[in-house]
């Protein structure tokens, strides 16, 4: 490989891809829905058959189809028999009017991947190396020149063999969670040119205690990163050569994960996203996911919903194919409930999502006629509202308030690796959504920020005095701590409490934002503090949050934005088990009714309802009809 060559490639992207994109925010809705499967589906003829049938059966439900390349090996002859296999299933789905797509992986998930064998090991490049020295066994390394050579070719084949409309690179494509390496790559080829870039003579000891121990102007914690980012973007430029060669109309993507958690991959995945577009002329497609493999504890799904909100506001804005994963693994009938599937890609869409993307049968270990009977005829019936609802929020974004983490985090002093997580930042803030708190992650329509006590040990001095003293911003006691603590309350100023704070202590910010110390983010409270924090949070944003549930709910409120501010739509979710005895009464702002709008009420299972509403001063009041337990609809300002 031209290394040099490469590197000129992406210098050159990163200033081309670095101003706003141009495309219209009206363009035309790309919803579609995707069904993931494993090799079995294509190489197990009979299993192929069925799945077929049941595809057939629900006639129209996906459009697309994800085949999967062999995942155990790295034998050339043996990814042909399965492309062949992959060929002839390919045809067979399109017969039926699903589209062929392809995932597969590359630099491999871990040693004891259940789906791992020798055959994956590497005896003609170098296998990975992980941060404490442990030595992996079928992880490759990602700059080794046989490996790289070796994935260009092998997606090649399987590309040119079965045309496929997108080839996914699987989640593998990290620098994190490969067991046995809590993170990768320190073999001695990485750290020779890493110490050739940059004029060093780091050992991997050297190099490790360096990044645990240096943090605020010290440049190597960021050297690393953008070392190791390159690195993953040459796997995924391999890649996308090798598709481009194979098959040029085809689009490559990647299966991204919660980035946001684990800080050596950078702040955001755009440079590899960046690195596909540049070998094959247009944007990648995108789809963020982040576990949750079961709905046993259903709440988990929020937090999964956010992480994914905050992964689609951090990308490139000229990727519009987001296809978030629902994941079942291992895709039992004792995990996912086919409602909760439902529920769960209804709030990812409000998340930001175009697409949805389903790994509910990977692993075959229910008859086919399950999964139909169940997962398939469970989705048909919530398809149209999805497609709906995608179609009416194009070019909005989520509005609300940001449980803010600082791009800069990596650079905290925290001993014993720490510095490379985000230690639960963020989460602690989200962890009261179900009060009714509308959470807009990283949106560029957010009024104001939420900062719990793991995020404010991670804000540099430099925000703290130019964005939040400037901003609306959120501390509960034990972030305001870590502020007093930092020497930094004195960017703020005591003020008086407006009389519906009665708990809360309010601040000016020293370049004029205002700041709102509530007692904690705990979702166990009463409604009146329910309401309280509701309320200091609109005091924080100068009285510009997008909706405030005003009756006693426990309900996750999403509202979206267009590019002026103004209120596009509103999902709502019951987050309990019971059936709300009562409306949802929600203060709505942005949306001028004065006989131009009206408000329409959506949910599967019923008509569409145009609801009243009454003008109070600059709000607007609805009531949201009552939902069974586990339930969501949304409402459209039309």
Sequence with gaps: MDRSLFLISFLVLLIS??????????????????????PAHHNDHELRDELVDALTQYEGLFDDAW???????????????????????AAKLRAVGVESSIQGISIGHSDSFELQSTKFNPTEWGAAKGIFGSQ??????????????????????????????VVWIDDDLRLTHHTPARAICYCDDCLAEFNALHGGSWTRETLVAALDTEHGDNPIRHQWIAFSQESLAMVASAIARGVHRGSPDSKVGLQHTGFHRELLEGHDWNPILDSIEVVTGQPATSRPGHGFYNDHAPRGMIEKGYDIARQVHRLNPNIKEIACEIEGYMHWATGKSPHGLCVESMLYLAAGSTQLSYAIICSATEPMEWYADNYFKALARWRK?????????????????????????????SPDFGWITTA????VATSIAPLGVPYAPESDAAVAYVVDAPSAWGIPVQEFEELLSAQGVVFDEASWDVVKNRQLDHL??????????????????KHGGRAAVIPAFNQSISNAQRLEILRAMDWASNHRLPV?????????????????????????????????????????????????????????????????????GGDVVVDIPPLAGWYAGWLSVE
């Design 67 to 89: 085949l999967c390349m062999e995942t155990a090996t790295i034998v050339m002859d043996e990814h042909r028999a399965s492309a062949e296999n992959m060929a002839i299933a």
């Design 385 to 413: 509202m999805y497609e709906e609802y995608t179609a009416f929020n194009v070019g909005s974004r989520l509005g609300g308030v940001d449980p803010y983490i600082s791009p800069d985090m990596v650079m905290r002093q």
């Design 424 to 427: 639960g930042a963020g989460d």
């Design 136 to 165: 992996c066994s079928g992880i490759h390394c990602p700059r080794q020149e046989g490996f790289l050579t070796y994935i260009s070719e092998v997606y090649e084949l399987y590309a040119r063999t079965c045309t496929p409309r």
């Design 17 to 38: 891809c670095g101003g706003p994109s141009s495309e219209s925010d009206d363009e035309a809705s790309n919803f579609r829905m995707h069904l993931r499967l494993w």
């Design 492 to 509: 703020f100023t005591p003020v008086e409490v407006p009389g519906e704070l009665g708990t809360t202590t309010c601040y000016s910010g």
């Design 548 to 616: 405030i549930v005003e009756s006693m709910a426990q309900a996750l409120v999403m509202p979206r934005v267009d590019a002026d501010g103004a209120l596009r739509s509103v999902m709502l979710l019951n987050c309990s088990i019971s059936k709300q005895m009562q409306p949802t009464r929600l203060r709505l702002r942005g949306c001028d009714l004065n006989g131009k709008s009206k408000l329409v009420w959506h949910s599967v299972g019923d008509r569409d309802k145009v609801l009243p509403a009454e003008r109070e």
